[in-house]
Structure formats: C-alpha cells, structure tokens
C-alpha cells in the first residue's frame, strides 16, 4: 500500500506556481488575481475559502474576498458577479457552495464568464472538457488528475468506479476518466444512490473515486485488492481532540481498505490539498490566457 500524499505533491506544485506567477508578475506588472464570493457563514465553506485566500498570498497570487449575509437577493449576488466579470484586473472568479436555497446555484454559476470561471463549472468550460477542448477543469477532478500523474499511475483500459454523481465532483471525474487522454481511457462505472448491487460494481474497481458524502461508506468488502482508492470525502464531526474542535472523515474506511489497496489518498491530506492546486493552476491559466487567448 502506498499513501498519496497530497500535501507533498501540493506543496511541490505550488513552488512550480510560485515560479510562474513570479513570472507573470515581471512581464503583466501585476499577479494573478482570484475573487471569491462568500454568502453566509457555513463552517465548512468559511474553512475552504480561508485556505483558498492563504493560499494564493503563499504562491504570490493577489486574493480579494467578497462576503455577504444569508439574507443577500439573488440580483445584488448578481450585479457582484457581473461587476467582478467587467473588471480586468480579476482573472478568475469563484462563488463558494453552496448558497442559499433561495438563491438559484445555477443562475449564479452560469452568470460568471466562462473566461474567469476557475471553478469550471459554467456550461461552456463543462461543454468543452466533455468534447476534450481546452477549458477549465473543475477544481477537484483537476486535482485528482494531478495527483495520479505526480505518482505515474497509468489509467489507461483501467475500469473506474465513481461513487456519487454530484456536478462538481462525481459527473466530471467519470467524464474527465473516460476521455482519450492520459490520466484517462478508462472503462468507468458512475454509480449512485439509485445503483443496485453498489457493492458488487464497486468490486470490480481498479480504481475507485469515492464522492458520496458518508464517513467510511466504502468498506473493505467493497474493495478488490491493488484498487487505486480515491477519497473526496470530507465529513466534519465535532471533536474535544484536535485544535479546530473537528476531525474530517473520508467516504472510505481508510483503517481496514488501506492494506489492501495499491495506492490510497488519506483524508485529510489528500485530494482537498490537490483541489486547491488546481484551482490555482486556473488562476494562472487565466491571467496568462492560455485557454481563451
Ligand atoms: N465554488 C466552489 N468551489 C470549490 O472548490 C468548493 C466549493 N465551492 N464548495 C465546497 C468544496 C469543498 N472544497 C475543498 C477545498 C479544500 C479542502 C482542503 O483543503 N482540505 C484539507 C483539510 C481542510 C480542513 O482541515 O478542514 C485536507 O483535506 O487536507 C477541502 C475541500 C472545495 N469546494
């Protein structure tokens, strides 16, 4: 068994991006720059958006922050994407998830320009990363990928099981997983809530992409031996142990799927390290026009 260790590679990609954002600085006059839009105070999202901000400061990007209260209407969150959308010293643009109910994620999504979308969820980059097109990739996918080239696990005529169907999660990767590329040219499975015999599909994994939201759903029955074993899961419980007052939990039962695995990412430490690192790659993609010119 062999750990991906998303805080090494992440830390060593980030270098790369420091260098790059280094550069641009010299020859734009200015660093790349991020926003991102906040609505509410949810834990989790507080949590993500602060790392977000540490860490375009850490590669030398420039990191604005737009908070609103729940109450916010859905037209001035509106109004703020279009502002931001207008301004040329922005290069990408992200609205944390989720929102308030009251407000329509897809109206939101698809209001930002698809040029300064670094979340890759608008339509346009979603439609273009299905026809292999250069676009944006959605963050986490983008860094799953990441991770399997920093560690050379070959894909190709693998069969990939994703569990859960979610946009920005298990839809992509099963898409991202099955394209002529490298990582990629897999045979993948998606299942979700609806799959009957879950653990049977699961079984036949050489590589499995757990995205479901549940702590330690996939159990060590579910696995085949030498499955490469991805975990998106990030479960907060409440925690008197730890310094943050929670411990994460992935979707897989590290503890006892672990030996039998050839290679597992651990959570935490894994694959939300490598979301960051793609959603920073956007960024300088973006103020280096390297997707749309
Ligand atoms: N518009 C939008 N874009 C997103 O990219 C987005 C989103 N909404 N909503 C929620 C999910 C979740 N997400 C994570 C980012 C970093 C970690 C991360 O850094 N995790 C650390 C630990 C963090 C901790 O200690 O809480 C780790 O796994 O080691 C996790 C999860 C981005 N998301």
């Known amino acids: 068994m062999n750990i991906l260790d998303g805080k090494h590679v992440s830390e060593k990609i980030k270098l790369e991006i420091a260098d790059q954002a280094a550069a641009f600085l010299h020859d734009a006059g200015r660093k790349p720059h991020l926003v991102a839009i906040l609505v509410g105070n949810d834990g989790g999202s507080e949590t993500y958006v602060a790392s977000k901000m540490k860490n375009c400061e850490k590669v030398g990007f420039q990191s604005s922050l737009y908070r609103f209260d729940t109450t916010v209407s859905e037209n001035e969150l509106l109004d703020k994407v279009r502002e931001i959308n207008a301004d040329p010293g922005v290069d990408g643009l992200i609205v944390q998830l989720p929102l308030p109910k009251h407000i329509d994620p897809e109206k939101v999504t698809e209001a930002i320009d698809p040029k300064k979308d670094v979340d890759g969820f608008h339509p346009i980059n979603l439609g273009r990363m299905v026809r292999n097109l250069p676009c944006y990739l959605?963050?986490?996918?983008?860094?799953?990928?990441?991770?399997?080239?920093?560690?050379?696990?070959?894909?190709?005529?693998?069969?990939?099981?994703?569990?859960?169907?979610?946009?920005?999660?298990?839809?992509?990767?099963?898409?991202?997983?099955?394209?002529?590329?490298?990582?990629?040219?897999?045979?993948?499975?998606?299942?979700?809530?609806?799959?009957?015999?879950?653990?049977?599909?699961?079984?036949?994994?050489?590589?499995?992409?757990?995205?479901?939201?549940?702590?330690?759903?996939?159990?060590?029955?579910?696995?085949?031996?030498?499955?490469?074993?991805?975990?998106?899961?990030?479960?907060?419980?409440?925690?008197?142990?730890?310094?943050?007052?929670?411990?994460l939990y992935g979707d897989v039962d590290f503890e006892n799927v672990a030996p039998k695995s050839s290679y597992i990412t651990p959570v935490p430490g894994g694959v939300g390290l490598m979301t960051i690192v793609g959603l920073l790659k956007n960024t300088l993609a973006s103020a280096r026009k390297e997707i749309y010119g």
């Open 138 to 247: 959605p963050a986490t996918p983008y860094g799953i990928l990441l991770m399997l080239q920093a560690y050379n696990i070959d894909t190709a005529g693998k069969h990939c099981v994703v569990v859960g169907r979610s946009n920005i999660v298990g839809m992509p990767m099963s898409i991202l997983m099955a394209r002529n590329a490298n990582p990629g040219n897999c045979t993948v499975t998606l299942t979700h809530s609806k799959t009957r015999d879950l653990k049977e599909q699961v079984l036949q994994a050489d590589v499995i992409v757990a995205a479901i939201g549940k702590k330690n759903f996939i159990t060590a029955d579910m696995v085949k031996p030498g499955a490469v074993v991805i975990d998106v899961g990030i479960n907060r419980e409440v925690s008197d142990q730890t310094k943050s007052g929670y411990k």
